[in-house]
């Protein structure tokens, strides 16, 4: 068997292209994508070069028109091609961000155990608008609410955050600084926790559940006025284990939603080989939302760009876009 390694240019098209443009340049990765997998040679570079420099919907307008063209579906076909964590990455990208979030939070419920790491992660650095899109989609997905899986699957003071968050209550950014709301949330939080013996979790889930993350930021400040520990330094004294992991993950987020996803990968990409799914996972997630801005948080704190960490897999680092 002779092997033809075909070098055509694979177009670059990391923003939204339209029209006849857009059209053609499918076309060709149609033909890539259709040749590498349908050939028994799988070049699985070239699956992961085609499929990582483009958007989510550029992404399902390549397998559409791949399954017209060759009258099954793509999804199956990679399966086919494809194994390990490379399949897992490239079939996750074949998901749009909140179809991928919630079949990653179904997987930590319905999965050997609860993965309490991945339901926390998801459930608490979320936006209220990306929880209620999670929400729609998990019930077209799994026929079943979220609510009623989370509900089934944990328990105590953690399964009320959790169901707090997932009622997503949290209002909306608003242009008026209400300085006197500010303090009175500081103080209760203070109230409900340093200042007394034992926490009165249910005041700090409300505050954290249903107010929003700017006003969120200034009470977290005014905090300090009253309290010697700050917000995540008095989480770690007054609470415990999987909510005390729930509630630094709000706060983290709260004051730098990108610094933390930095700060996780970093310590993922340290563990050798066990935490790959807590990078596989970040960065799939996040590739349309924000990880351009994760890079940049991750270069200021960790001294080196997120594509030159390792050896890591050449797919998520290639999602990650070049080196700026
Ligand atoms: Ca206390």
Not at 134 to 142: P, Q
Not at 279 to 289: A, D, F, L
Request: charged share 30%.
């Amino acid at each position: 068997v002779i092997h033809y390694k075909i070098n055509l240019p694979i177009p670059d098209l990391t923003h939204m292209l339209t029209g006849t443009e857009s059209i053609l340049s499918n076309l060709i990765c149609v033909f890539y994508v259709s040749f590498f997998i349908l050939t028994s040679g799988v070049d699985e570079q070239t699956i992961i070069d085609v499929l990582t420099k483009r958007t989510y919907a550029q992404r399902r307008e390549i397998a559409f028109a791949y399954e017209r063209r060759a009258k099954k579906d793509m999804i199956t076909a990679l399966k086919g091609a494809l194994s390990g964590s490379l399949e897992a990455v490239i079939l996750g990208l074949m998901k749009s961000t909140s179809q991928y979030d919630a079949s990653e939070i179904r997987g930590s419920i319905k999965g050997l155990g609860t993965d309490e790491e991945t339901l926390i992660e998801i459930l608490c650095s979320r936006s209220n608008e990306e929880l209620v899109d999670i929400k729609k989609v998990y019930k077209e997905l799994f026929k079943t609410d979220l609510q009623k899986d989370v509900k089934g699957d944990t328990s105590g003071n953690f399964a009320k955050l959790l169901l707090a968050l997932v009622e997503t209550k949290r209002a909306e950014p608003s242009a008026i600084v209400d300085y006197e709301k500010i303090d009175e949330d500081a103080r209760a939080l203070y109230d409900a926790g340093v200042k007394i013996k034992g926490t009165d979790v249910a005041t700090w889930i409300s505050i954290m559940s249903e107010r929003s993350v700017p006003h969120l930021q200034k009470v977290f400040q005014r905090y300090k006025s009253y309290s010697p520990y700050d917000m995540q330094e008095s989480i770690v004294k007054e609470v415990k284990g999987d909510l005390q992991k729930s509630f630094l993950v709000l706060a983290q987020c709260f004051e730098n939603k990108q610094l933390f996803f930095a700060k996780r990968l970093n310590e993922a990409m340290k563990s050798k080989g066990a935490k790959e799914k807590i990078v596989t996972r970040i960065i799939v997630s996040r590739c349309e939302v924000d990880l351009k801005k994760i890079g940049c948080e991750y270069k200021t704190n960790f001294g080196q760009s997120l594509q030159k960490t390792g050896d890591y897999q050449k797919v998520l680092l290639s999602l990650c876009g070049p080196e700026e």
